[in-house]
């Protein structure tokens, strides 16, 4: 049975629209109803749409409701599944799916961290190959995706080599497309800042580009607090520029789930607060991307033609802002007189420093994940001891009110040691071998390339053979 086509003739032009929808289940304010309105200005977005990436749509009802609203201009769609509750993800296209899959991250956070939840939803890549016209390759590849979360700012963030190596999976799936001789697009919410690690590597191993800096160079490298920012010595921007110019879609003045609970609480009473654009933004940052590639080989050359942020209005009866994020549009086309290229950038090389420079996160991170291992292995058996002492003791408890003390001192306390133990013997020993399988594809990377970076190859060698002699 051959694929379905679409009906149309080939696009000249491929509109893109991102966003996180803030949609978690019991959590999120307004939740379906901010997500049944966010279907309905995806529907009436000028131009309209040809594929929509949402992450936080995490409710199938809400997906539901999504997709009922847009159906008119895209009536293909997929939610994705993962994780225990789900990944959140959904890609939404003018033009038919003809084959997707949800590539799980070998790295996304601890179960041990609960209250964060990053590694309960199998955080991954949406991945969908979508046919806009019937050449051999006139294949859009789509992946859509949602980082894990920085809960620590850069350097000391203690989830940085897992959203590096999230970065690093991402960029090998956008390489492998684009060397299919596919268009490319790689979407969501990254959790990163412009020019970040992250940033840098997903530029620098696959052959993308950040849409906004291809046509805001100039744009920031995050809230105007930050370090990097600090460093180019430009003032504070409005919440307007922030919006227009750095392409701001988190924690912006505008954004009302970003003010003051008191403020919240006088919007959601029915107050209307309007925020001033010349005031200044000094927190905005942009954590939402639209990477691109025209794919290799091609006979015709996509460029970049604009780059917008959306969904910055507010809902038209609750008077809060439809996310707490806000949306990246983009306009991708293939008129010889219109846009940006892309090709005389997109051949180079990965950065023989960047790469190395991530073999020494790797390292320190198993090193701290080693001692985990050991302190929880260690509790859970110190807790073995600790009941079956208690439960000795009942034997010559002089009272049933301690021997039902002891009793539950012993089942909570052997109950947190057995947990600890299969967080220190199971996770941490598979996420071991997730980091070892991650530091071998970036060493690959480094010597492929030829250089070594000033990496003792042979030093580095061995202490990953001393970290397998532990297993």
């Not at 939803?121 to 949602?146: D, M, N, P, Q, W």
């Amino acid at each position: 049975m051959s694929p379905p086509t679409p009906p149309h003739p080939s696009p000249q032009k491929l509109n893109l629209l991102t966003l996180n929808c803030w949609g978690l289940k019991y959590i999120s304010t307004f939740r379906s109803t901010r997500l049944s309105q966010i279907g309905h200005e995806i529907s009436i977005t000028q131009p309209p749409p040809h594929v929509v990436a949402l992450q936080e749509c995490w409710t199938y009802a809400d997906y539901l409701s999504i997709r009922a609203s847009t159906r008119g201009i895209l009536p293909h769609s997929k939610f994705y599944h993962s994780g225990i509750f789900g990944s959140g993800l959904v890609i939404l296209s003018a033009y038919p799916i003809i084959a997707s899959t949800m590539y799980r991250y070998p790295l996304n956070g601890r179960p041990s961290a609960f209250y964060r939840g990053d590694w309960y939803v199998g955080k991954g890549v949406a991945c969908a190959s979508i046919r806009y016209s019937t050449g051999a390759k006139e294949v859009l590849e789509v992946f859509c995706t949602h980082m894990h979360a920085p809960y620590e700012e850069e350097p000391h963030d203690s989830y940085l080599c897992h959203r590096t190596a999230q970065a690093w999976e991402i960029a090998k799936l956008l390489r492998g497309a684009a060397e299919r001789g596919h268009v490319v697009v790689g979407l969501g919410d990254f959790n990163m800042v412009p020019l970040s690690l992250a940033h840098r590597l997903i530029e620098g191993f696959a052959p993308v580009r950040d849409v906004w800096r291809v046509l805001h160079p100039e744009s920031s490298l995050g809230a105007s607090g930050d370090e990097a920012e600090k460093a180019r010595g430009r003032a504070v921007p409005t919440a307007e520029e922030s919006v227009r110019e750095n392409g701001a879609t988190c924690d912006s003045v505008l954004n009302t789930w970003r003010w003051r609970k008191v403020d919240q609480k006088r919007v959601q009473k029915g107050e209307r607060i309007d925020v001033d654009g010349k005031v200044e933004d000094p927190n905005a940052k942009r954590l939402d991307y639209i990477f691109f590639s025209p794919g290799s080989g091609r006979e015709s050359e996509w460029r970049v033609e604009t780059s917008r942020v959306g969904m910055t209005a507010r809902h038209p009866t609750l008077g809060c802002s439809l996310s707490d994020h806000f949306s990246v549009e983009a306009t991708i086309v293939r008129d010889e007189s219109k846009g940006v290229k892309l090709a005389e950038s997109l051949a180079q090389a990965p950065d023989r420093t960047l790469l190395s420079s991530i073999l020494p996160l790797i390292h320190t991170y198993t090193t701290r994940q080693l001692l985990q291992r050991r302190l929880l292995l260690a509790h859970f058996l110190v807790s073995v001891f600790v009941s079956i002492g208690c439960l000795i003791g009942i034997w010559w408890s002089p009272h049933n009110y301690v021997s039902f003390i002891l009793a539950l001192v012993s089942t909570l306390n052997l109950s947190a040691g057995v947990i600890d133990g299969l967080i220190g013997g199971l996770f941490i020993g598979s996420e071991l071998r997730a980091l070892k399988e991650f530091e071998w594809e970036v060493r690959t990377a480094i010597e492929v390339d030829g250089n070594r970076a000033g990496v003792d190859t042979q030093v580095k060698r061995d202490f990953a053979d001393k970290v397998r002699d532990l297993f």
